[in-house]
């Protein structure tokens, strides 16, 4: 089992920066992969950024050039750094964490951009 905390969401000017984290405890060894998914109202749930074990990364084609993803395996964290955000950003943003065959998920934390 792997429980995921979310935090650093909020309200932000279009333009500004977010940096949410996610604190990840129990069977962190397990890890394979964590990420970032975001979903927006009305529209499914979509991959933001990954990092796998090893530390490689991937981030949604369209948003390269302005979200980061990075892991402190010491602090058992994966940070998104967001920035040039834009409204349509706006999405409740959900920690995931991959062991094997099995997904966990973070409560979510909701950014909202205004124009």
């Known amino acids: 089992q792997v429980q995921l905390v979310e935090s650093g969401g909020g309200l932000v000017q279009a333009g500004g920066s977010l940096r949410l984290s996610c604190a990840a405890s129990?069977?962190?060894?397990?890890?394979?992969?964590m990420g970032w998914y975001r979903q927006a109202p009305g529209k499914q749930r979509e991959l933001v950024a990954l990092?796998?074990?090893?530390?490689?990364?991937n981030i949604a084609d369209s948003l390269k050039g302005r979200f980061t993803i990075s892991r402190d395996n010491a602090k058992n964290t994966v940070d998104l750094q967001m920035n040039s955000l834009k409204p349509e950003d706006t999405a409740v943003y959900y920690c995931n964490a991959v062991v094997g065959l099995s997904s966990y998920w973070g409560q979510g934390t909701q950014v909202t951009v205004s124009s």
């Open positions: 990092i796998v074990s090893g530390g490689i990364t």
């Open positions: 129990g069977s962190i060894r397990s890890i394979d992969a």
